[in-house]
Structure formats: structure tokens, C-alpha cells
């Protein structure tokens, strides 16, 4: 399996300002995902982040909102810009090892934006 | 509409008995994993599934990709198996995001 860090745990911010989340994974990994989870319902993907390219954003996911880092092969960051209430969420970063697809999710980061 | 849907929303379960969740695409799915979030939120990885079964401890797994369909047996339910189950595939062919489904919230009394 694979091992993710995430940090921090949970936040508490006031709307119109950014943070960040981190992801780190116990060995190299090609691929990260972040996703995001509204509270009692399910998990949705975010963006794929491989390293030295730009990540790739699904529908409804932007790079200005969502910027997401990739600078090496064990980690990446998730900032949300501009946060609003609406934002709230519990966000995951996700990976599985090169040779197997089983996926393996970090802890999450709960956050709330009042 | 959703692209994976799972069915029942919710089950209530006394211990010691059994139980099936389904899991339903509208996509074209290879592979199929499973997963159980606890109430803290941990989400934990039980199958990963191509075409075939794989069974685990008192979990069994079957996925047919014809049919476009995955269930989850949970045999002698424990109060440890409650949580959400979350059937999810492949978002891309060959790619390794993953389209979740909606979501089975099981609770297990005694």
C-alpha cells in the first residue's frame, strides 16, 4: 500500500483568504489526485497532479481556485484561493503504487470557511 | 445523472447477519475498487476488482463488466462494518482517478 501524510488535519478560515494542504507520500509515486467530499455525500475528483506538469483539472475545478503544486515524485500541495463558505468540504489526496491500481487515500483536511 | 449509482442508500443490519450492496455503472467500467469510509472519515481500501470475485475475511466482491454492475456481501456483519461503502472506477481508460459512487451508509447493531 501506500502511505499519505496530510497536513493540516483540519483549518478554520475566514472567506476571502487562501490556504494550503499538503500531501505526502511514504515512497515515489507518479500520480496524486486530490478530491473533494461534501458532507454526507460522496467523494468527487478534483484534479491529477503528476510530477513537473501542470495538473489536470476535472469539470467545475479550476487552476486560479485550485492551484495544485507537484514539485517532486513525494508530495504535493492543494491551495484553495479566495475561499468562500461554499468551499467547506473535507479534502483527500489520493495515489496507488506504479505497479498495482489499488488506491490509497490520505486522512483528509477538513475545512471550514465562515 | 450520476455515472455510479449504489443501491440501498442505507441499510440497517442487526450483527451476525448478511447482507448485499450493488453498485450500478453507466460508464464503460474495467476494474471496480471498494472502499469503506468509518465515521471518523478514514477511507480504507477492501477490492480491487476486474472482471472475476475476490473474497476477504467475511467480505466477498464480485464485478461483471458486461452487465456494468459490482455487489459487496458482508457475511456475519460485525459492528465494525459500520460506515459508507463506496464502489468507484476508473474515471478514464487506463487512467487511475476514480469516479466514486454514491454511497451505501451501513449500521450495525446489536
Known amino acids: 500500500s501506500v502511505l499519505l501524510y496530510q497536513k493540516p488535519n483540519r483549518d478554520i478560515c475566514q472567506s476571502g483568504t487562501s490556504l494550503k494542504i499538503q500531501c505526502v507520500a511514504d515512497?515515489?509515486?507518479?500520480?496524486m489526485f486530490w478530491y473533494q467530499q461534501f458532507q454526507e455525500q460522496s467523494l468527487m475528483l478534483m484534479a491529477t497532479?503528476?510530477?513537473?506538469?501542470?495538473?489536470?483539472?476535472e469539470s467545475g475545478f479550476t487552476k486560479d481556485k485550485f492551484p495544485i503544486s507537484r514539485p517532486n515524485l513525494t508530495f504535493s500541495t492543494l491551495t484553495v484561493n479566495n475561499a468562500r463558505p461554499g468551499d467547506s468540504s473535507i479534502y483527500f489526496c489520493?495515489?496507488?503504487?506504479?505497479?498495482?491500481?489499488?488506491?490509497?487515500f490520505g486522512p483528509g483536511t477538513r475545512l471550514t470557511v465562515l | 445523472g450520476d455515472k455510479v449509482k449504489q443501491s440501498p442508500s442505507a441499510l440497517s443490519l442487526q450483527e451476525g447477519t448478511n447482507s448485499a450492496l450493488r453498485c450500478n455503472f453507466s460508464?464503460?467500467?474495467?476494474?471496480v475498487q471498494w472502499f469503506l469510509q468509518n465515521p471518523r472519515g478514514s477511507l480504507m481500501n477492501l477490492f480491487y476488482?476486474?472482471?472475476g470475485t475476490k473474497e476477504n475475511g467475511r467480505l466477498k466482491s464480485a464485478f461483471d463488466s458486461k452487465e456494468s454492475y459490482s455487489t459487496l456481501h458482508i457475511r456475519d456483519a460485525q459492528l465494525e462494518d459500520s460506515g459508507t461503502y463506496f464502489c468507484?472506477?476508473?474515471?478514464?481508460?487506463?487512467?487511475?482517478?476514480?469516479?466514486f459512487g454514491t454511497g451505501t451508509t451501513v449500521s450495525v447493531s446489536p
Open positions: 468507484a472506477a476508473e474515471a478514464y481508460q487506463g487512467g487511475r482517478a476514480l469516479i
Open positions: 489520493s495515489s496507488n503504487r506504479q505497479s498495482s491500481y489499488e488506491q490509497y
Open positions: 476488482l476486474v472482471p
Open positions: 497532479a503528476n510530477e513537473g506538469s501542470e495538473a489536470t483539472y
Open positions: 515512497s515515489q509515486v507518479v500520480s
Open positions: 460508464i464503460a467500467a474495467t476494474t
